[in-house]
């Protein structure tokens, strides 16, 4: 009997959290579907490792490698084009993709927090605060961390959207972005939409995601197409080495456990962080708010679960910030189209 077909395209699979999601959708749904992995990325080597381990543990399981950088709208529109030749519809995509370059500790804030402030606790739950990040630029002159973490994405979906549209015509379409506690309105500054000026150009970039994800939900829900918001709590992968080495983390693992008893968001590992992401291809989409984080936790009693958190963004805010984000891409697209 031949399986439904299931196209999932993925950003920011060759490591971390990524990586051990794929596997996990692979096992989830290999029984019940003929899976066709649409894999982007940056190290094609990487992307042939993660092709060989796929073929030797899921062997029905279909995948292409698409080369694409995020961060740089010219590789990006290439590797659309190339997607467009190999698929005629998509059901999901998840954008996965992400960096958080750390310059240092922000001692000031964390010390004053510590000693002054209530609120020590929501700074070491989100890492909010606790860092300043390195204000890179790409080619195009743009914050390197705004790039890869939003405007890349947004280009992606925009010319992925017939795509989803096709799909949608006979079940509907996800979009699943990768958000993170470290998202807050208080990185955001409405004339400095990149964050080239400020020092928290990740919690920035995250909070501009989940406007763009409520307005992109908003315009593209009556055409079947659905926008939601996954936050996997902390989990130690290549992106929290640039807080602290490898090693520093195991030393610190045992107290890690004992903290995350009062804060289950510290998933520690990418095998309990994937728990939200993958908990959203499971359900319905049309039951899920897309104004919510769904947030995986993880507990001594209750094990891996999501739960959902509402996202302090009004529909007006989400509106003017999406326009923001288009009218950056509209400039670099009709510099490379
Ligand atoms: N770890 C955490 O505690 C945590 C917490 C909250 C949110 N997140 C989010 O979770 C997502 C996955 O992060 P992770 O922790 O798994 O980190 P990771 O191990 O560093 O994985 C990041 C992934 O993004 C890819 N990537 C980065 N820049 C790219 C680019 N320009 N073009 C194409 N691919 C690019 C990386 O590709 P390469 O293999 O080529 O480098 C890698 O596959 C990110 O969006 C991150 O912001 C993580």
Redesign the pocket.
């Known amino acids: 009997m031949d399986l439904p077909e299931k196209v999932i395209l993925f950003?920011?699979?060759?490591?971390?959290?990524?990586?051990v999601l794929v596997e996990r959708i692979a096992c989830q749904f290999e029984k019940t579907h003929q899976l066709h992995f649409c894999v982007?990325?940056?190290?094609m080597n990487?992307g042939k490792s993660l092709e060989k381990m796929l073929a030797i543990n899921h062997e029905s399981v279909q995948v292409t490698l698409i080369k694409?950088?995020?961060?740089?709208v010219k590789s990006i529109l290439e590797g659309c084009n190339k997607i467009r030749k190999r698929f005629s519809k998509m059901d999901c995509m998840y954008l996965?993709?992400?960096?958080?370059p750390v310059k240092s500790f922000n001692w000031k804030n964390i010390l004053k927090s510590c000693l002054l402030d209530l609120n020590a606790v929501e700074m070491f739950r989100t890492g909010y605060g606790m860092f300043n990040t390195t204000q890179l630029v790409n080619d195009d002159g743009i914050n390197e961390v705004f790039a890869?973490?939003v405007l890349?994405h947004y280009v992606l979906v925009q010319e992925m959207i017939p795509l989803l549209e096709a799909n949608a015509q006979k079940k509907l379409s996800q979009i699943i972005w990768?958000?993170?506690?470290?998202a807050t309105k208080d990185a955001y500054n409405p004339n400095d939409l990149t964050c080239k000026l400020g020092p928290n150009a990740?919690s920035n970039s995250?909070y501009v995601m989940e406007a763009t994800s409520i307005e992109l939900n908003e315009r593209y829900n009556s055409k079947g197409i659905y926008s939601q918001i996954a936050?996997?709590?902390?989990?130690?992968?290549?992106?929290?080495l640039g807080i602290l080495p490898m090693w520093i983390w195991y030393i610190f693992l045992p107290i890690l456990w004992m903290v995350r008893l009062l804060l289950p968001n510290l998933?520690l590992t990418?095998y309990n962080?994937c728990q939200s992401l993958l908990w959203l291809l499971q359900q319905c989409p049309e039951d899920l708010d897309p104004g919510s984080r769904y947030c995986s936790q993880t507990s001594l009693l209750k094990g891996n679960y999501t739960v959902q958190k509402k996202i302090d963004i009004t529909p007006g805010e989400a509106n003017s910030i999406y326009n923001k984000v288009s009218v950056i891409a509209e400039e670099l697209l009709s510099k490379y189209t």
């Open positions: 950003t920011g699979v060759t490591s971390g959290i990524g990586l982007t990325c940056r190290n990487k694409v950088d995020i961060g740089d996965n993709a992400g960096i958080m890869t973490n890349g990768t958000t993170s506690a470290n990740y995250k936050d996997p709590g902390t989990a130690i992968t290549s992106l929290t998933t990418p962080a």
